[in-house]
């Protein structure tokens, strides 16, 4: 199997190790990326990935690396301490750069059969609200199963983290590992997924964006092929 984590920070703290542990649980190749460091741009909101292509971003080639491991992987960790209960910028920033790859555009058909996870971690609160900024992002690229997984370790940095605490989490990241393993190979999307396809397809139809139009009618998904089969 192959993993790639996207760490939504540059330090190495609970959410890397928790990240890390899940990661080496799986098996197999691990990739990271670590944000800013390895792609720190803001999406311009200049609109060319939506109707000129992707390679016409100005941050594209900067971006590649980190798409063309999201493409090679079986999972996909998101990784982010929660910020002000949201993701931290560095993670929005990226995620920002995919949006033609949302499904109302041009979904990559390899995500219909890959796994993903989000992971954060704080002192206190906020999980909730940060795994669902990184999960909306998931979902609508089409992944075929998203876990989530939010810890609150009450602690400043991992060295600090309980005994209790860090029992739990490997339970936890052990428990996850397994579901991942067993539906490796053999996942598909679930309804709710399958219906936003759905929705879009009717959408892609009426012909919004003539390179979006385009790239549905090349997969034939404009007729009765579908990316999971």
């Known amino acids: 199997m192959k993993t790639v984590i996207i760490h939504g920070q540059s330090h ?14 799986i098996g197999g190749d691990i990739t990271e990326f670590f944000l ?62 995919y ?31 940060t795994n669902k900024d990184m999960a909306d992002s998931l979902t609508y690229w089409g992944i075929a199963k998203v876990y989530k997984l939010g810890i609150g370790v009450a602690a400043a940095n991992w060295d600090q983290v309980s005994e209790g605490k860090l029992k739990k989490i490997d339970n936890a990241t052990s428990s996850l590992a397994g579901a991942i393993r067993k539906k490796n190979g053999n996942v598909s999307p679930g309804h709710k997924t399958r219906a936003l396809f759905s929705v ?18 090349k997969h034939g998904w404009l007729d009765k092929k579908r990316p999971w089969k």
Not at 201 to 206: C, D, E, I, P, S
């Open 200 to 217: 879009m397809r009717l959408f892609q139809k009426n012909g919004y964006s003539k390179l979006d139009n385009e790239y549905w009618k």
């Open 36 to 97: 800013p460091k390895d792609f720190g741009e803001f999406c311009c909101g200049c609109t060319r990935c939506f109707f000129e292509g992707e390679d016409k971003c100005p941050h594209y080639q900067k971006l590649s690396p980190i798409t063309e491991k999201i493409d090679n992987a079986d999972v996909i960790i998101l990784a982010s301490p929660v910020y002000v209960f949201h993701a931290s910028g560095s993670m929005k920033a990226l995620l920002d750069h």
């Open 12 to 25: 190495k703290g609970s959410t890397y190790h928790i990240a890390r542990q899940l990661a080496e649980k």
């Open 99 to 129: 949006a033609y790859r949302w499904m109302p555009h041009r979904p990559e058909a390899s995500m219909f059969h890959k796994q993903g996870v989000c992971i954060s971690t704080a002192a206190g609160a906020g999980m909730k609200s």
